[in-house]
């Protein structure tokens, strides 16, 4: 079974600064998608940024960008020039190739400082 | 395009009572799925429709847990004598699902809060 890890449970940033959220997973497959996922406090999940295993170049949106190292299962998300807005809790997920359910990670709380 | 609808938002009730959630998915998305979500933690998955057959349950999913999707639309997730342990809150999500590497991305609804006393 698939899992995703998320080590850092809660994070800080200054505004304007740039910060990582580290990201693992476990599985025998050979294609597949990863996402981050944002939840604001009492508000409904967004996508922040998707990547396919099957593509080598990162994914890029705007401010956000990910390190996808496959051969270490790793996926992380960086944020850039942080905003106050940014301040949520942010899911990594994994879906299998035939884009079937989300295997989540526990989250990490990103709280943004002014 | 209206997003994912989720009715109702918050539900009280009382323990051994029969509750049930409905999710809209974005209109001409196949799939459907249903998560669970308890604070502090990720969602996690439990039953996905390909338009109107569950094609998936997770063994989180117990006898009293039963979700349709008749028309392939708008989707239902009932639960039948609730229990404490129920209290979650209940996310839906759609997507394309028709094939192809590009339909896959997951949008969630505002998710049904539920609380049994």
């Known amino acids: 079974a698939q899992t995703v890890t998320q080590s850092q449970p809660e994070m800080s940033v200054q505004e304007a600064e740039t910060v990582t959220l580290s990201c693992t997973y476990d599985t025998s497959e050979s294609d597949y998608y990863l996402f981050w996922y944002k939840q604001p406090p009492s508000r409904q999940m967004i996508l922040v940024i998707r990547?396919?295993?099957?593509?080598?170049q990162n994914a890029t949106e705007n401010r956000f960008s990910v390190n996808f190292q496959k051969a270490a299962k790793s996926f992380s998300l960086k944020i850039s020039d942080s905003q106050l807005g940014d301040a949520a809790m942010y899911f990594c997920?994994?879906?299998?190739?035939?884009?079937?359910?989300?295997?989540f990670g526990a989250g990490t709380i990103l709280r943004v400082k002014s | 395009d209206t997003g994912v609808s989720q009715n109702p938002r918050h539900k009280i009730t009382k323990r051994g009572q029969n509750v049930t959630f409905r999710c809209d998915p974005i209109?001409?998305?196949?799939?459907l799925y249903w998560y669970r979500q308890t604070l502090g933690q990720g969602p996690e998955f439990l039953t996905y429709f390909q338009n109107e057959a569950q094609l998936e349950k997770s063994r989180l999913l117990s006898d009293r847990f039963s979700a349709e999707r008749p028309k392939g639309s708008f989707s239902t997730l009932e639960i039948q004598r609730t229990e404490q342990g129920d209290s979650a809150m209940y996310l839906c999500?759609?997507?394309?699902?028709?094939?192809?590497?590009?339909?896959?991305?997951?949008?969630f609804g505002p998710g049904t809060r539920l609380l049994v006393l």
């Open positions: 209109s001409e998305h196949n799939r």
């Open positions: 999500a759609s997507s394309l699902g028709a094939g192809g590497r590009d339909q896959e991305t997951q949008y």
């Open positions: 997920a994994y879906s299998g190739e035939y884009g079937n359910k989300l295997v």
């Open positions: 990547q396919e295993a099957y593509k080598q």
